[in-house]
Nanobody, 112 residues
Framework: QVQLVESGGGLVQAGGSLRLSCTAS????????MGWYRQAPGKQRELVAT???????NYADSVKGRFTISRDNTKNTVYLQMNNLKLEDTAVYYC??????WGQGTQVTVSS
């Protein structure tokens, strides 16, 4: 089993930045890709970004150019640097190891 622990959420003004972290433990040798999803109130969970062991990244169109996903394989940690945050980025952000492992979620709130 793999366990995920997230940190770094909070309240930020529009245009500001936050960095989320997610550290994996347990059967980490089985991890290939890692990523982030988010879920806003009343909306479906949506994919934000993913990164493979080799560093290949993929982003939702809504965050391209503003968010950067990275990982430190020596620390089993994935990061999500979020810049130029917008009101519509407000959501609970979940770390994800495909296909079925999820973190507990961390709240990101962007205020005007």
């Amino acid at each position: 089993q793999v366990q995920l622990v997230e940190s770094g959420g909070g309240l930020v003004q529009a245009g500001g930045s936050l960095r989320l972290s997610c550290t994996a433990s347990g059967r980490v040798f089985s991890i290939n890709a890692m990523g982030w999803y988010r879920q806003a109130p009343g909306k479906q969970r949506e994919l934000v970004a993913t990164i493979t062991n080799g560093g290949t990244t993929n982003y939702a169109d809504s965050v391209k150019g503003r968010f950067t996903i990275s990982r430190d394989n020596t620390k089993n940690t994935v990061y999500l640097q979020m810049n130029n945050l917008k009101l519509e980025d407000t959501a609970v952000y979940y770390c994800w190891v495909p296909p079925f492992v999820w973190g507990q979620g961390t709240q990101v709130t962007v205020s005007s």
